[in-house]
């Protein structure tokens, strides 16, 4: 990689892409607000936007199985970063994107991501999007990140979208709105932990437009010391449809975790079903883990990895 | 000797729940502890365990006093324990349980092993989550799993046919049938089951929270049997 990425911004990289080294196809690499890196494929092209801060990703048509790589460092206390990337993915495409933000934040001002990024798939297209969160740093600076997702899905597109949040995020809110045509299908993955004295919220909004539409929406987090969470999912099911969310939460010493399901079917055939789970670890997983050789706090800590997982 | 219990009493709710328990266990023996419900059985081995600690009474493991020893320091010194009710873990694999439960690193090969011998189909399981989804038996033959990697010294059966239904437990009495061959030490297991009682060196009668009995399964239930005729005989008059 080129000079302009140090030590730091390899290590932030890494937390929130798996990156040490270039990439394979197409990619983006924004720093402390600036595009720093780029790479455009025969497939995928990048392009600034003009009328405000961001880029345009688009995508051809029956590409399969490409890469994209567009991920956020920011280094600078302080800073507040408003970025709008847009994907549009054309007929039958297949491809992987993989977002996420890393602030390092040493000071004691507030560094800031709000990254609202809108996905537009064809009809047949397929996207897998992997998007992590991760903040670190010795400041008192807060660091914060309001991810936006909006998700356009035309007739037999799906998409995947695995988001993750495990650690040093001090504020978190995001949303993530998803409008569904016929025979299409949406998953979304959420982990998120929250220590100290972090916030962290949750939207999750659907709507179930065509026939043969469904939406899975699961939600595992684990609230640690006085953090708070917030966790809010709207399904509205408009059409003959599916959708099954969960919202599964342990809770540790004085955090809170609200969950607020809301399924609305506007039509006799949407089937929606909603669960919402939150409670301290159960006392017997942590004696079985304890027969099997574990103190209380590393089957504690065993636990929490395998939900998070 | 492997396991000594001396005088171990156990008090809930105003009832005595064990009594003055004493206890000797060999090594390499295949011990069944039988008896009425109620009658203390399951408290007994989770004392061992360590999950119940007693009231009083000392519970000597190959010649240390471990009484006051927490579960993970028994795991350690050899103590294994499979639930009655099999604990369920959301996003932990079969593979990262019995990971855990070697407490080394072994391959996935060595994993589907043991799942095979405990009769479990491993490809179809080793990547599957401890959850909800498994059934009863499944997850019984995969605790079992979980014992037979610790290799302990000592290994307790709380009662492995408890909630599982007669096919699947035809199956999996088989599994204990081999037993010996899967684990090695001394195994002490709660059973009701004749076919389990029979394959025991030797068969502990436990009733109101006392050791009544103890001897060849044989001896045990012909002298139940005719306990109970010579009650219903009694009756009768």
New interface residues.
């Given amino acids: 990689m080129s000079e302009k990425i140090n030590d730091i911004d390899k290590d932030l990289l890494n937390e929130i892409s798996d990156l040490e080294n270039i990439p394979n196809g197409a990619y983006n690499i924004r720093k402390n607000g600036q595009g720093i890196e780029r790479k455009v494929t025969d497939n995928v092209n990048i392009v600034t936007k003009t009328d405000k801060p961001g880029i345009d990703i688009y995508v051809k048509e029956n590409t399969k199985f490409e890469f994209i790589h567009i991920p956020v460092i920011i280094t600078e206390s302080g800073l507040n970063d408003l970025v709008y990337n847009d994907f549009y993915i054309g007929k039958n495409a297949n491809v992987i994107i993989v977002a996420g933000c890393g602030i390092h934040n040493d000071h004691h001002k507030d560094s800031q991501h709000d990254g609202i990024h809108r996905f537009f798939l064809e009809e047949g297209a397929k996207v897998k999007y992997i998007e992590k969160h991760y903040g670190e740093g010795k400041g008192d600076g807060k660091r914060i990140l309001n991810p936006v997702t909006e998700v356009y899905l035309k007739a037999g597109s799906s998409m995947e979208m695995e988001s993750t949040q495990i650690k040093g995020v001090d504020s978190t809110i995001r949303e993530t709105k998803g409008i569904l045509e016929e025979n299409t299908n949406f998953v979304v993955t959420e982990k998120i932990m929250t220590h100290g004295e972090q916030f962290a919220k949750t939207i999750f909004d659907v709507e179930l437009n065509g026939d043969n539409s469904s939406a899975h929406v699961t939600s595992?987090s684990v609230a640690t010391n006085n953090s708070k969470q917030y966790f809010v999912s709207k399904i509205y099911g408009n059409a003959k449809s599916f959708s099954h969310s969960e919202c599964?939460a342990i809770i540790k010493d004085n955090a809170i975790v609200t969950a607020t399901p809301e399924v609305t079917a506007n039509n006799v055939d949407a089937n929606l079903i909603h669960e919402a789970a939150i409670g301290k670890i159960?006392g017997?997983?942590i004696?079985?883990?304890?027969?099997?050789?574990?103190?209380?706090e590393e089957?504690e800590q065993?636990?929490i990895n395998?939900?998070?997982? | 000797m492997l396991l000594e219990l001396q005088d171990i009493c156990f008090e809930r709710d105003n009832k005595k729940i064990l009594k003055n328990i004493n206890l000797e266990l060999d090594i390499e023996k295949f011990i069944a502890i039988t008896g009425p419900n109620g009658s203390g059985k399951s408290t007994l081995v989770k004392i061992i365990m360590g999950i119940e600690k007693p009231d009083s009474g000392k519970i000597i493991f190959e010649g240390k006093d471990i009484t006051n020893l927490p579960i993970n320091e028994r795991a350690k010194l050899g103590i294994g324990f499979a639930f009655q009710q099999p604990v369920k873990f959301k996003g932990i694999t079969v593979y990262d349980l019995l990971k855990m439960a070697a407490g080394k690193k072994i391959t996935k090969k060595e994993a589907c092993d043991v799942l095979s011998k405990v009769g479990l189909c491993a490809k179809e399981y080793v990547d599957r989550e401890v959850n909800g989804s498994l059934s009863g038996g499944e997850l019984k033959r995969i605790e079992i799993a979980t014992v037979v990697l610790r290799e302990s010294k000592l290994t307790i059966f709380d009662e492995p046919e408890a909630g599982i239904d007669l096919w699947s437990f035809n199956n999996l009495i088989e599994v204990f049938e081999n037993m010996r061959e899967l684990i090695k030490g001394t195994t002490l297991i709660i059973s009701h089951q004749e076919r389990i009682l029979n394959i025991a060196d030797e068969v502990i009668l436990l009733k109101s929270g006392q050791i009544v009995d103890r001897g060849s399964s044989k001896d045990i239930l012909e002298k139940e049997m005719v306990n109970k005729k010579c009650c219903k005989a009694n009756k009768c008059k």
């Fill in positions: 595992r599964d159960a017997e997983q004696t079985k883990l304890m027969t099997l050789g574990f103190s209380e089957a065993e636990i395998g939900f998070l997982k």
